[in-house]
T-cell receptor, first 115, second 112 residues
Framework: AQTVTQSQPEMSVQEAETVTLSCTYD???????LFWYKQPPSRQMILVIR??????QNATENRFSVNFQKAAKSFSLKISDSQLGDTAMYFC????????????FGTGTSLTVIP | DTGVSQDPRHKITKRGQNVTFRCDPI?????LYWYRQTLGQGPEFLTY????????KSRLLSDRFSAERPKGSFSTLEIQRTEQGDSAMYLC??????????FGQGTRLTVV
């Protein structure tokens, strides 16, 4: 079974600053994907960033980047130049290769960006 | 709005009643997924369809839960004989095969 752990239930950051959200996972699979999803208050979840486990290079999407440490089974999300619109619940998710969007999600980190 | 649509957005029901939720995926998406999200937890996968075929249902929570997608377009999730523990947000998502999944806003169920 796969487990995803997010040990920071709540975090806050000043606007324009940088924040890092932590995620660890446990799996015996060798081929998998990792994701960060954002769930704003009363809004649908949207994909922030995705990482293929076979790629050593860390994924980057504009202000969002990950630090993927496969051996340590760690997958943190860094948000640079935080904006008020980044306030949301952030979920780390794991997906086995070939299981098409059957995610295992962590419990989430509630991020508040302070003006 | 051409996103994933879920109806109703909120449902309050008495324990023991049956409830049915509807999900309309993005029109060209052939895969449709159901997840459940309880308070303080991340979403939990329940089942998914590719077109009208239900390809995975072993993670449905009990035999009180069932889902259909009869024409490969919209889907329904039914919960029979609801229990208080069924209170949760039920999320639907859709995708084109294994590409990015897009989520709806969910149906919040409260069992009283």
């Amino acid at each position: 079974a796969q487990t995803v752990t997010q040990s920071q239930p709540e975090m806050s950051v000043q606007e324009a600053e940088t924040v890092t959200l932590s995620c660890t996972y446990d799996t015996s699979e060798s081929n998998y994907y990792l994701f960060w999803y954002k769930q704003p208050p009363s809004r649908q979840m949207i994909l922030v960033i995705r990482q293929e486990a076979y790629k050593q290079q860390n994924a980057t999407e504009n202000r969002f980047s990950v630090n993927f440490q496969k051996a340590a089974k760690s997958f943190s999300l860094k948000i640079s130049d935080s904006q008020l619109g980044d306030t949301a619940m952030y979920f780390c998710a794991f997906m086995k290769h070939g299981t098409g969007n059957q995610f295992y999600f962590g419990t989430g980190t509630s991020l508040t960006v302070i003006p | 709005d051409t996103g994933v649509s879920q109806d109703p957005r909120h449902k309050i029901t008495k324990r023991g009643q049956n409830v049915t939720f509807r999900c309309d995926p993005i029109s060209e998406h052939n895969r449709l997924y159901w997840y459940r999200q309880t308070l303080g937890q991340g979403p939990e996968f329940l089942t998914y369809f590719q077109n009208e075929a239900q390809l995975e249902k072993s993670r449905l929570l009990s035999d009180r839960f069932s889902a259909e997608r009869p024409k490969g377009s919209f889907s329904t999730l039914e919960i029979q004989r609801t229990e208080q523990g069924d209170s949760a947000m039920y999320l639907c998502a859709s995708s084109i095969l294994n590409t990015e999944a897009f989520f709806g806003q969910g149906t919040r169920l409260t069992v009283v």
